[in-house]
């Protein structure tokens, strides 16, 4: 069965990145990431509105001059990571043979997860999931104590009150 993506101009797309295995490289290497999104934006027109990135992946909204550029712009972006990442942080890695004969090294999973902004409360509900991601996954106690993150931001746009996101940690958005 194919994959079939959806593109539409105008909207926004809320993307999930995981690394292979869920290997914890991204903060540790986070000057390698911001160049490889710093490269794309050399070959791509887009917007970055939200983004937070974690340990082992990152979730982002953005915005396409030309929506059908999405999977290039990502594919640039993992490529670029992935040729400039120092093997120490993934060689210990074992992947599988189909994964070995096309030359993938073992740092991005293959596929990328995409979701079409609909309209305004669609957004808001990816935003807020975005910036709760840390709470969620227990890495800070509060959305604003996350330094990788967007949430900044738009507390100074005032889309966030400061102390957004000072939830209780059992708080389960799935």
């Known amino acids: 069965m194919r994959y079939r ?6 909207h926004y797309y809320f993307f999930t990145i995981v690394t292979y295995q869920r290997n914890p490289i991204l903060i540790e290497n986070i000057e390698l990431l911001r ?27 953005m915005h396409f001059e030309n929506v059908q550029d999405y999977p290039k712009v990502l594919g640039v ?6 040729s400039h990442c120092d093997p120490r942080y993934y060689n210990h890695l074992l992947q599988s043979q189909s ?3 096309q030359n993938y090294k073992p740092i991005w999973q293959k596929r990328f997860y ?19 991601n ?19 931001k738009f507390v100074q746009s005032g889309v966030y009150d ?6 209780d940690a059992n708080i389960d958005f799935e």
């Not at 400061?162 to 939830?167: E, I, L």
């Open 114 to 132: 995409e979701h079409t902004v609909r309209d305004e409360k669609d957004y808001k509900i990816r935003l807020d999931y975005l910036h709760y």
């Open 77 to 82: 972006i993992k490529k670029t990571f992935s």
């Open 99 to 101: 994964r070995k004969q």
């Open 5 to 10: 993506r959806l593109f539409i101009e105008g």
């Open 162 to 167: 400061k102390d957004w996101g000072d939830f």
């Open 134 to 152: 840390p709470v969620k996954h227990r890495l800070v106690e509060k959305a604003k104590d996350w330094e990788y993150s967007s949430f900044d």
């Open 35 to 61: 160049e490889a999104f710093k490269y794309a934006k050399t070959h791509f027109v887009f917007d970055i509105d939200a983004i937070v990135i974690l340990p082992d992946h990152l979730h982002t909204i």
